[in-house]
Each structure stands twice: as structure tokens, then as C-alpha cells.
């Protein structure tokens, strides 16, 4: 198979119309049958991935080229994450376009050609699969919770913690669910999986319904705002294990069309 084809198989799964700006084919190949993939690949990894003869150097995070680059072009997936949670167009826009902002501003400073010339260099196969892969691993984790807690309006924050525990990658993760703002025995309300937008607008979300936030990291800035506000709660979860469900479902999905895949750096195997 070619990059290109293995992009066009991730993205059909995610559901997005478009490949988003923190996505891309740094160095396209062809005839691709082992895949060395992790969550970050960078020169290292890149240089280990040709040392042992894999065809296909796969990131999940966007460590280098265009799509470290235009990380910030990726932003409105945040916007479609707060429509889905019930926030009105004109609020999930604006979230959408601060985070744009900000995220822009921040790649200025970035040597974002290291790991791309690497790549480039030793000729080695090399793509990136960011919002693709998190917002599949969003939409699974965000159906097994709501089968999990349906039925249950007494369901508290302990139990949400609990059934986090049943995902495999969760298991194997070295963190495990933490309640960052709220208690054990706080009723849950409803609800949402956030991976990929960021849990930047917490209040947006708390606004249009979501009682609990489930995301893979909150700043302590954020997490004492919230608290204060006292307006809903949020569980982190392992970032690995959290970029793991998403990615997982890709990587199926490369070794039912043939691909033989090697998991590192970050990725934890559900099977």
C-alpha cells in the first residue's frame, strides 16, 4: 500500500471531510508492508525505523514538517467538538478562532524541519496522523461511556473512573484516571470526551450541558479556574493510553489490509 492510501484509510474511519492541518505526508512511499508506529517518532525513531528495514515511519503527534507547522490550522476541530456537545455556532466559533491564535503563535519558534530531514535524507517513508486518530479515539471512548452510564442518573465520578479502568489501553497505562476538579462522589451529569480540541473551553462546555470533561491533561491555571467556577468537572486521562484508542483503531485497520505493525513509543496494544 502507499501513504496516500494509508491517509485516505484513517481518515474514512475518523468521519472528518478533510485532512486537517496537523496531518500530512512528510516523505511518501510505496509498497509498504511494516510499520514501525508511535506516538512520537521523531529522528531517533526515524533513523531505528530504517536501521531494521520497516517501510513506513508512522507518528501520531505532529513532531515535525507542515504538520507541526500548521498545527494551528487544526483548531477547528475544537469548534465542531463544542457544536456536538450542545454550544450555540457563534461561541463555538470564537472558541475556535482563540485557539487558532494562540496555537499560531506559538509555532514561531519551532525548528520544525529536524525530524522532516531526517526522513528525507535516509529516504524513509514518514506521515503523521494527529486529529485524525483523536477524533476516532474520541467518538470510541465517548460511545463505551455512554452504554456504560446509561440508565444510571445517580452515577457518580467514581463510576466514571471505574469504567475508564474496563479500556484496555487504560489498564496498561502507567497513570491511571485522575479527578482533577470535583470528588468521588459527585454526581457525573453528562458526559464528554474531549481529545483533540483541548479542554481550553471548559466553560463553553459546562455551559451547553456537559457535567464531567473527560481529556487527556488540564494546566493547573485552567484546573483553579474551574474549580472556582464550580461549574462542572473534569477527569484527565493517560495521554499515551488516551492517543492509544484512536491509533489502535487505525493500526486494525493497516494489518487487516496486510500492513504487519510494530507498536512504540507510546502506544499501548488493546489485544
Known amino acids: 500500500m502507499t501513504t496516500d492510501e494509508i491517509m485516505q484509510a484513517a481518515l474514512s474511519l475518523s468521519g472528518l471531510d478533510k485532512i486537517p492541518g496537523d496531518c500530512g505526508i512528510v516523505v511518501p512511499g510505496e509498497n509498504i508492508r511494516r510499520i514501525l508506529a ?88 514518514y506521515m503523521g496522523i494527529h486529529n485524525i486518530a483523536d477524533a476516532i479515539g474520541g467518538k470510541v471512548l465517548q460511545a463505551f461511556l455512554d452504554k456504560k452510564l446509561s440508565g444510571r442518573p445517580g452515577a457518580t465520578l467514581k463510576d466514571v473512573c471505574s ?20 470528588r468521588e462522589d459527585d454526581l457525573c451529569g453528562r458526559v464528554f470526551v474531549i481529545f483533540g480540541g483541548g479542554p481550553f473551553s471548559g466553560r463553553e462546555y459546562f455551559r451547553a450541558g456537559v457535567g464531567t470533561m473527560i481529556c487527556m491533561h488540564l ?44 507498536r512504540v513509543a507510546g502506544i499501548f496494544n488493546d489485544r
Open 163 to 182: 469504567a475508564l479502568m474496563e479500556v484496555p489501553e487504560y489498564q496498561k497505562a502507567l497513570t491511571k484516571p485522575e479527578i482533577v476538579v470535583g
Open 219 to 262: 494546566s493547573d491555571d485552567y484546573r483553579e479556574r474551574y474549580e472556582k467556577e464550580g461549574r462542572g468537572n473534569v477527569i484527565v486521562c493517560d495521554h499515551m493510553g488516551s492517543d492509544s484508542i484512536g491509533m489502535n483503531v487505525i493500526l486494525h485497520k493497516l494489518e487487516e489490509m496486510g500492513a504487519e505493525v510494530t
Open 38 to 125: 508511535g506516538v512520537d517518532m521523531e529522528t531517533a525513531e526515524i533513523i531505528l525505523g530504517k536501521r531494521l528495514g520497516y517501510d513506513l515511519v508512522l507518528s501520531h503527534h505532529p513532531v515535525t514538517g507542515p504538520m507541526q507547522a500548521y498545527f494551528y490550522k487544526a483548531s477547528d476541530y475544537l469548534g465542531e467538538l463544542l457544536e456536538r456537545a450542545g454550544a450555540p455556532a457563534n461561541a463555538a466559533q470564537r472558541a475556535s478562532d482563540w485557539l487558532t491564535r494562540l496555537q499560531e503563535g506559538k509555532n514561531h519558534p519551532v525548528n520544525y524541519g529536524k525530524s522532516a530531514d531526517t526522513a528525507r535524507l535516509l529516504n524513509m517513508p
